[in-house]
């Protein structure tokens, strides 16, 4: 997928995991949209949290079709999905940058006032030597990508990706809530992607900007040449004539072999401007075609190789990074709204009221793991009466879920006595039972931290060890969006 397929996918992503209560997108669109694309991948054939190839064409066919149907629908949705755009350039942008180099390579370039060429001039030199370094870097950023010296920089991309981030969230303190939760996911998801793109751009932008600013250099070689007659000379305080010599052979040696012309060292002595005079300057063609050639083969052509090369490695890099946005659980809860049959799971509540306010989250938390056609059937189970419903319970199938009110402070007594009964029951008739517990904590969402609700579930799961299958908690996302596991 190219860099639009994934922003089109992680918008679709965003948009489902900022409206968990299907507000702006129903349920059963989304289900549809899953039935419609998934090519019969189910939810066991996901494993860990990367994506394969398989599941990411599903997500690319399945945000494409949710794009296509999303033509039509309520203004809300609309509305919500022109806010979730990504810092990006443009190509005006780039093309004037470009124009500006071009003529500023020409401008530098002056063979100088007196019809003498001289071929140390610190901008034509100064060109040479500058491009030299930045090459010699440009190699460790684009053909040696894992190397400690291209990583420098990623950091200003993840600081202005959250920075500009937390910035557009405080601005937006009267924005719809539903829609603030949706952007701000999409942000957390895109946005580190999209500045880190921008950033490997700008490296491309500034290799052709630099072989542009060449070009105009070569250009204004010839321009100038055009209509003045040029002698070449040089001129040194470092150099002597023989390390002139050994210089001028180096340097042209190059663009001697691409174009087939020998250096003209034997010139260089009669060339050698002492106290402001030449005893036998040179023409200067030979000199032009030297130096316009050096331009080609160590500034023009490195650099759009390197460009290239930065341009074919960015894309597989946040392709690289877009994929291990921790997919599992997201593509996995896909699958499961439209897989399982019509059985039905019993929900064993214990000391909770059966509202339908709670019934709402739980159902959400039943589907999500047993799949979307699977039916919560709710057993109460009072407080105090625990061991008299162990001993009366029949389980219906092997699947069985036990919940709790994360806000009580888990019992061995009480709680780990239930579940151990509970799964001994099961036992008497399913040799590899599923037990679930399911912790409601939607009442918590907004009045405890996301640390907290950790902590907590921490404290269920060593309460629970070695008897449930699943510690699950049920949270409103849009909430607690930062809480895990949530359903």
């Known amino acids: 997928m190219d860099w639009n397929d994934w922003q089109r996918v992680l918008k679709w992503r965003a948009l489902e995991e900022g409206d968990a209560d299907g507000v702006l997108v129903s349920a059963e669109r989304r289900r549809e949209a899953t039935a419609h694309t998934r090519a019969g991948l189910v939810s066991e054939e996901i494993e860990g949290d990367a994506l394969d190839e398989r599941s990411e064409s599903f997500l690319d066919k399945r945000a494409e079709w949710l794009e296509r149907e999303a033509v039509g629908w309520r203004g809300e949705l609309i509305r919500v999905l022109e806010l979730l755009r990504v810092p990006h350039g443009r190509w005006s942008w780039a093309v004037a940058g470009w124009g500006i180099a071009l003529i500023t390579g020409y401008w530098l370039t002056d063979l100088g006032q007196t019809g003498e060429f001289n071929l140390l001039a610190l901008p034509l030199v100064g060109l040479l030597a500058w491009n030299a370094v930045v090459i010699v870097l440009g190699v460790f950023c684009e053909l040696m990508p894992m190397s400690s010296l291209a990583g420098r920089g990623g950091w200003l991309a993840e600081f202005l990706a959250h920075g500009v981030s937390r910035f557009s969230a405080a601005s937006k303190q009267t924005e719809n809530t539903l829609g603030g939760a949706v952007r701000a ?3 957390e998801l895109v946005w580190p992607l999209a500045w880190s793109r921008l950033q490997m751009r700008l490296r491309l932008w500034l290799h052709v900007a630099a072989a542009m600013l060449a070009l105009g250099g070569a250009v204004a070689l010839y321009a100038r040449g055009w209509s003045k007659e040029y002698r070449a000379v ?7 004539e023989t390390g002139a010599r050994a210089f001028f052979e180096t340097l042209f040696k190059p663009a001697s072999v691409v174009l087939r012309k020998p250096v003209p060292l034997e010139q260089l002595e009669g060339m050698h401007r ?5 005893e036998q300057p040179a023409p200067a063609l030979t000199w032009i075609h030297l130096y316009a050639g050096t331009l080609l ?8 190789m390197l460009a290239g090369i ?12 877009a994929r291990a946005l921790s997919w599992g659980n997201h ?4 699958l499961r709204a439209v897989e399982g049959g019509d059985e039905v799971v019993q929900v064993l509540v ?3 009221e059966l509202t339908p306010h709670h019934r709402e989250v739980w159902d959400r938390g039943v589907r999500g793991r047993f799949g979307g056609m699977a039916r919560a059937e709710y057993v109460r189970i009072p407080a105090g009466e625990e061991d008299e419903f162990a001993a009366a319970w029949q389980p219906v199938s092997a699947q069985v879920v036990v919940l709790f009110s994360m806000a009580t402070t888990p019992e061995a007594e009480v709680q780990r006595r239930l579940v151990s009964d509970v799964r001994q029951r099961l036992l008497t008739k399913h040799a590899e039972p599923d037990l679930i517990v399911l912790l409601d904590a939607t009442s918590l969402a907004g009045r405890w931290s996301p640390e907290k609700i950790a902590g907590r579930e921490q404290l269920w799961t060593r309460t629970v060890e070695g008897l449930a299958t699943e510690v699950i908690v049920a ?3 849009e909430s607690a969006r930062d809480s895990a596991p949530l359903l």
């Open 185 to 187: 996911r999409f942000e």
């Open 350 to 352: 214990h000391a909770m």
């Open 234 to 240: 040089w001129e040194s305080t470092l150099l002597s």
């Open 297 to 304: 083969v160590l500034v023009i052509a490195p650099r759009l």
């Open 274 to 278: 002492t106290g402001g005079k030449a």
């Open 310 to 321: 930065g341009a074919a490695r960015g894309g597989r890099v946040i392709s690289s990074r």
């Open 331 to 334: 593509v996995r809860g896909l």
């Open 475 to 477: 949270v409103r996302k």
